[in-house]
């Protein structure tokens, strides 16, 4: 078994080489816009039927014969993708605003879309930290990149498939695609490590460690602030600091996710345990909050450290099991009495039946533990998901902790040749 991750490394350009990179993405979104308004207004999407009435056409748009498959490829992928959602319920019932609004026009690409490329578009040089790709200017070699030693022997050992060139917030990047073969997993851990989510602390965990949201919280509303001011300010240069901070808050909290699922997995490992994770799928859809809780809710990125627990899981090979989250934060731990009277305030639980006092969260992840352990007992495995294709790939950047998936000899014999 393999787990995908995606390695996104940063380019460097220089301005002749980022005006062929810009003209390229322009053309190939261009093209797949084109493209999208047919398969819309034609009812066809699928990439046999695409192609069959729209190569010439994308070949006369300055496209060459690889980079003319992957457009129709993204655009059949992107309707697959709607379709998906839709039957899924994802985009509402339909009749609804939300349901009209997503069927009712075309797909759109923007035109710094990413724009996948194969290995007859794009070869990477590794040792010598450069690529060569295809462009409409024609073939750009020594564009260089930057990347972390972790990253030179992901790159080295695993990239498989596509990559894909993106622009965004001033900055080209390559997403590559590595398949990083996963450890053999544990079938007889002796525990578990009992995971309680939350948002004024990010995590807590059976053992008594809480993994505080203090900070992370703090900096949020700060940042929400700035924008409001931002935005109510509305000049030229307030325009400029918006567009100059967007996505860093998201990338802040991505790293300390990543951080703590570093931390939570190493500890399960170290310890021969499985990890216990609750199931909060549809949280938000069920939970009704005041106005002022709704961006903080919707700012918690549990789905985010949950993903990112379950796949350095796997590739350390420690079981992880979902359990259902129902009254863990009222139950004792101690005596199994469960009553929403126990939850004194959001940090205290203290047990009306036998007088048990403990932190709240620290309560709730005792009881997830008990229930994957029981769970487990019963023949229950491991549930965590595997990572299939983009949407569940998960990235791995040069400024992000992340475990290491091979030896350090091991990779600087590729890169070095000692």
């Known amino acids: 078994m393999i787990v995908k991750l995606v390695v996104q490394v940063k380019l460097e350009p220089t301005p002749v080489q980022a005006a062929a990179l810009e003209a390229t993405l322009a053309v190939c979104n261009e093209a797949a816009n084109w493209l999208s308004e047919q398969a ?25 014969a690889q980079p003319a498959l992957h457009v129709l490829r993204k655009v059949a992928d992107a309707y697959a993708t709607l379709r998906a959602n839709l039957k899924a319920g994802n985009l509402g019932r339909p009749g609804s ?16 879309a990413a724009q996948p490329f194969d290995d007859r578009c794009l070869s990477w040089q590794i040792p010598d930290r450069m690529v060569s790709i295809w462009t409409v200017a024609g073939r750009v070699k020594n564009v260089s990149f930057t990347a972390s030693p972790e990253q030179l022997a992901h790159l080295a050992l695993h990239r498989r498939g596509e990559s894909d060139l993106l622009y965004r917030d001033g900055t080209w990047f390559l997403n590559a695609t590595c398949e990083v073969p996963e450890a053999e997993l544990n079938t007889t851990p002796v525990d578990f490590l009992g995971i309680d989510l939350g948002i004024v602390n990010i995590a807590t965990t059976s053992d008594g460690e809480i993994m505080a949201g203090r900070e992370l919280n703090r900096t949020r509303l700060r940042e929400r602030g700035l924008r409001a001011k931002l935005q109510k300010k509305s000049t030229p240069s307030s325009k400029r600091r918006l567009k100059k901070r967007r996505h860093k808050e998201a990338r802040r909290a991505k790293d300390i996710n990543h951080k703590i699922a570093k931390h939570v997995v190493a500890e399960a490992e170290r310890t021969g345990r499985g ?4 199931d909060l799928t549809g949280i938000r859809e069920r939970v009704r909050l ?6 903080t809710h919707c700012s918690w ?10 796949y350095k899981a796997r590739k350390a090979g420690v079981p992880v099991v979902y359990v259902d989250p129902a009254y863990t934060s009222r139950t004792c731990a101690e005596c199994g ?7 004194v305030s959001q940090a205290r639980f203290v047990c009306r039946s036998c007088g048990f006092v403990d932190h709240a969260d620290r309560n709730g992840s005792r009881n997830i533990r008990a229930r994957a352990w029981e769970l487990w007992r019963r023949g229950v495995e491991s549930t965590a998901p595997v990572p299939t294709g983009d949407h569940a790939s998960v990235g791995l950047d040069a400024n992000v902790a992340s475990q290491p998936a091979m030896s350090v000899a091991q990779a600087r014999h590729f890169l070095t040749g000692s």
């Open 301 to 310: 990125a549990f789905a985010q450290l949950g993903t990112f627990i379950a």
């Open 97 to 112: 605003k939300r349901h009209e609004k997503a069927t009712g026009k075309p797909i759109v690409f923007r035109l710094g």
């Open 290 to 295: 005041r106005k002022p809780q709704r961006a």
């Open 40 to 64: 819309f207004t034609r009812e066809v999407a699928s990439r046999r039927a695409l192609q069959g009435f729209a190569y010439a056409d994308l070949r006369a748009r300055g496209l060459s």
């Open 275 to 278: 990890i216990a994770l609750e």
């Open 337 to 343: 009495h469960a009553a929403k009277a126990n939850r």
